[in-house]
């Protein structure tokens, strides 16, 4: 076994270059541009969401107001008619980039405890590059790319979106395995 305390250099370092590698990837490679498409007539949705009131929160529509009415006839009517969705609305404002990088950095390093969690009390001292690569890389895939599938199965995200977020979560996963596969105590 492996202490936690023995591995922040590999869950620091694994941090800092996931975070690296994911600026390269959507702001030099850009292929997470189309994930979104823009509403049609965009002014007058966003004026009407405004005169409804709508806070920044989750929604979904339509939505039944309890479960009993789930299958209600007039809910097979609303789901029948159409747009059938989730949204998800944030306050109103010019995004705050510096506080979505630092969580996605804390999220990172959470990630990279995870792993040097389950490899330290896996594998001992000495283990060989790749062993630790192995555990390491697979916990990380599952945390930055296995998770995004249920946002296609319950949110209707495009698969195509789930597909370039698997393919990011891949490259998280080989160079998290890759700094903790070097990083491993001998």
Known sequence: MVSLTALWLPILLSAVVVFLASSVLHM?????????????????????MREAGVEPGNYAFPCPDNAKDWHSPEMVEKFKEGPVGFMNVKASGAPAMGKYLTHWFLFCLLIGVFCAYVAGRTLGAGVDYLTVFRITGTVAFVAYGVSSISESIWKAQNWGTTFRFLIDGLVYALLTGGVFGWLWPA
């Open 28 to 48: 030099v490679l850009k292929h997470h541009f189309k994930d979104y498409q823009k509403l049609p007539d965009e002014g007058a949705v966003q004026a009407a």
